[in-house]
T-cell receptor
């Protein structure tokens, strides 16, 4: 089954404690993105990747890092989480840049 | 820059027709998507328009006018399960200020369908 998986689905952490949210897709897509979704603000792109070792900033990259060492994986790293990073995070992949997005199930993060 | 506007909320009754509008002002344009998102779930693809006109897909249709920077999603024969947020997203085009292939989302329209 074609899918995008994310882990963990729910996470409560404290300010400053590094965390990684994993994302994996099995569709051999070259293009992957991370979004955050906040009430009243909609989906905002954090980072995106056009291919292995090729990443670029989206609209809200501050406080986040990504890596793309393999085509299928695109982890999101929060080196020092802060409460304003409390949000719902989605990973997505697509066959083409800006093409139909296949979203993961989401990761709900609470930073205390 | 990118500016995508859609109403925050809409309500309708079962069996009715509803039209959700989306206007955009972007420095590049290479197509427009509509996604559906149920509460607590991931967005799912509904439609994609790159040329002017109406695209029909069952109970859902999507219209695009590039000259007016306008699109709408038309939902017919509304059902309770259509209660969801509907997201308009513009695909960036090869113009200055708009990265080719980037997607820019509106804030979503929360549709509530009453029995």
């Amino acid at each position: 089954e074609a899918q995008v998986t994310q882990n963990p689905r729910y996470l409560i952490t404290v300010t400053g404690k590094k965390l990684t949210v994993t994302c994996s897709q099995n569709m051999n897509h070259e293009y992957m993105s991370w979004y955050r979704q906040d009430p009243g603000l909609g989906l905002r792109q954090i980072y995106y990747s056009m291919n292995v070792e090729v990443t670029d900033k989206g609209d809200v990259p501050e406080g986040y890092k990504v890596s793309r060492k393999e085509k299928r994986n695109f982890p999101l790293i929060l080196e020092s989480p802060s409460p304003n990073q409390t949000s719902l995070y989605f990973c997505a992949s697509s066959e083409l840049p800006g093409g139909t997005q296949y979203f993961g199930p989401g990761t709900r993060l609470l930073v205390l | 820059g990118q500016n995508i506007d859609q109403p925050t909320e809409m309500t309708a009754t079962e069996g009715a027709i509803v039209q959700i509008n989306c206007t955009y002002q972007t420095s590049g344009f290479n197509g427009l998507f509509w996604y559906q998102q149920h509460a607590g779930e991931a967005p799912t693809f509904l439609s994609y328009n790159v040329l002017d006109g109406l695209e029909e897909k069952g109970r859902f249709s999507s219209f695009l006018s590039r000259s007016k920077g306008y699109s709408y999603l038309l939902l017919k024969e509304l059902q309770m399960k259509d209660s969801a947020s509907y997201l308009c997203a513009v695909r960036g085009g090869p113009n200055r200020g708009s990265t080719l292939g980037r997607l820019y989302f509106g804030r979503g329209t929360q549709l509530t369908v009453w029995p």
